[in-house]
């Protein structure tokens, strides 16, 4: 048998890729995808946070606040934008501020998963652990996050939509398509 990535691509990643949009817009798990088929380390802002406060993101929340978390999940980008180029994994909310908008764009490139408010929804309604949609109304709560948010996460570098009917892995390679037209950012090496 074959061995598959022997006729794969070869890709050079020259900057690292910072996976933006709303909850359920699938930054983790395409991210990982992408990160797999570039051959390069997925790191993912909410899960270090985590690993240094030995607590969830809902746990960080109800302890000590939104506005402390956000300051640990810029603490946290600064740190990962620095490592080895790689995929990253940022939560919905990181993106809204001007600070890490900046950062992002001086040391690496956005890509936006661009999902409709009826996909996310579908995501995340049998979830609990979506601290920001603990209210009486779910839905409404992510109808007015989605509103709110969405003119700022099309200020990312790049976008790509997404689509209910795709796997994990043609959106990872719908991404990776959007990313090669940056040569500044993506380059086959077999090309």
């Not at 001086?106 to 979506?130: C, F, Q, S, Y």
Request: with cysteine; charged share 30%.
């Amino acid at each position: 048998m074959a061995d598959d990535r022997a006729s794969a691509p070869r890709y050079h990643l020259k900057k690292t890729v910072v996976m933006v949009g709303m909850m359920g817009a699938g930054k983790t798990a395409v991210g990982r995808a992408v990160a797999q088929k570039l051959g390069v380390p997925f790191l993912d802002s909410d899960a270090e946070i985590e690993a240094a406060a030995n607590l969830s993101v809902p746990e960080i929340f109800e302890r000590d606040g939104e506005a402390f978390f956000r300051r640990r999940e810029t603490e946290v980008i600064a740190r990962l934008l620095t490592s080895t180029h790689g995929i990253l994994s940022v939560g919905g909310g990181a993106y809204l501020s001007e600070v890490n908008r900046k950062m992002i764009s001086e040391r690496g490139v956005a890509i936006w998963l661009n999902a409709d408010l009826e996909l996310l929804w579908n995501r995340v309604k049998h979830k609990d652990t979506r601290p920001l949609l603990r209210t009486s109304d779910p839905k409404a709560t992510l109808t007015a996050l989605y509103e709110k948010r969405v003119a700022i996460y099309r200020l990312a570098d790049l976008s790509v939509s997404c689509d209910q009917a795709l796997s994990i892995d043609a959106m990872a390679e719908r991404v990776i398509a959007k990313l090669v037209e940056r040569k500044d950012v993506l380059e086959r090496e077999d090309a």
